[in-house]
């Protein structure tokens, strides 16, 4: 028997998702992933960032048998839903059984969703303004480079950006350097030099991060993985932040810093490099 919101119930009333373990214990991870044009994009990246989390926290699976039934299962989804333009997929994976801290066993189970976007993203200039979140240090870990279902950091930093009235906001970690946003890397631009925070500094091996590191190398820039410390971002030609769902952003403002259109040069030739690279890459899902 427990009580719920003042309510007494059997515990066999409430839904089953209340007992698992990414409920309970964060013992989870998740991925996001873009459709477009009616089929999901860079799933092999994804996969591999999963893979090494579910190895990380001890999942025992038959990978290529667990990568055919979730493909299997995008498809359905997909398929079932008559998805034809720009969507996101997510999906949760979290230990079966009980137990405290200590796992009763080592299976995962995984739920698959799909969600409908308002707006392409991809081909329109998407716009974000910065807020500065100091409330809760990114610590770089093993951990810190996966999606777990322990996501507090972002979730306050997103909600600070909220309250600041702004896009998203930017976190540190524990030495004070810029790590990322609460939804997206960072890179920064100056004249043709492009810099983003090394994975060791806390931030999040985004799948759209390395993607646009892959372009990169076949294009004039020279790309550094190295600590942003403030000055240095509000010193910045340009600013733009990466995520799999709205791919890249133009940064307008920071810490009273702004950029307007005409600094964007770099960023809006990288946006279109990066459109024509996914419908160069994307094959029909059916």
């Known amino acids: 028997m427990v009580i719920f919101d003042g309510k007494i119930y059997q515990q066999t009333e409430l839904p089953s998702a209340m007992w698992n373990r990414s409920f309970r214990y964060g013992d989870g991870l998740f991925e996001t992933i873009r459709v477009y044009q009616g089929g999901p994009i860079l799933l ?70 799909h969600g409908w976007l308002s707006q392409e993203f991809f081909r329109e200039p998407i716009i974000a303004s910065l807020a500065d979140y100091h409330g809760s240090a990114v610590y770089p870990s093993a951990l810190s480079s996966i999606k777990t279902a322990s996501a507090l950091p972002y979730v306050l930093a997103a909600r600070h950006a909220r309250e600041a009235g702004t896009s998203d906001a930017v976190i540190y970690n524990h030495k004070g350097q810029i790590v990322e946003t609460s939804a997206s890397n960072i890179f920064i631009v100056k004249g043709t030099t492009i810099t983003t925070p090394p994975i060791g500094s806390g931030c999040l091996d985004g799948v759209m991060r390395k993607n646009i590191l892959r372009i990169l190398e076949s294009l004039p820039y020279q790309v550094e993985e190295s600590a942003i410390p403030v000055k240095k971002m509000i010193q910045a030609d340009a600013v733009f932040l990466t995520n799999s769902i709205r791919g890249i952003q133009a940064v307008s403002e920071f810490k009273g810093r702004k950029w307007e259109q005409e600094d964007w040069k770099h960023v809006l030739f990288l946006q279109k490099t990066w459109l024509n690279r996914v419908e160069f890459i994307q094959k029909p899902w059916r």
């Open 44 to 113: 092999q990246d994804h996969f591999e960032r999963l893979m090494r989390g579910m190895a990380l926290l001890g999942y025992q699976v038959n990978w290529e048998e667990w990568e055919y039934s979730i493909r299997s299962s995008i498809h359905e989804l997909l398929e079932k839903q008559e998805v034809a333009g720009a969507g996101r997929l997510r999906l949760h994976v979290w230990r079966s059984g009980g137990g405290t801290y200590r796992p009763e066993q080592d299976t995962p189970h995984y739920l698959l969703e």
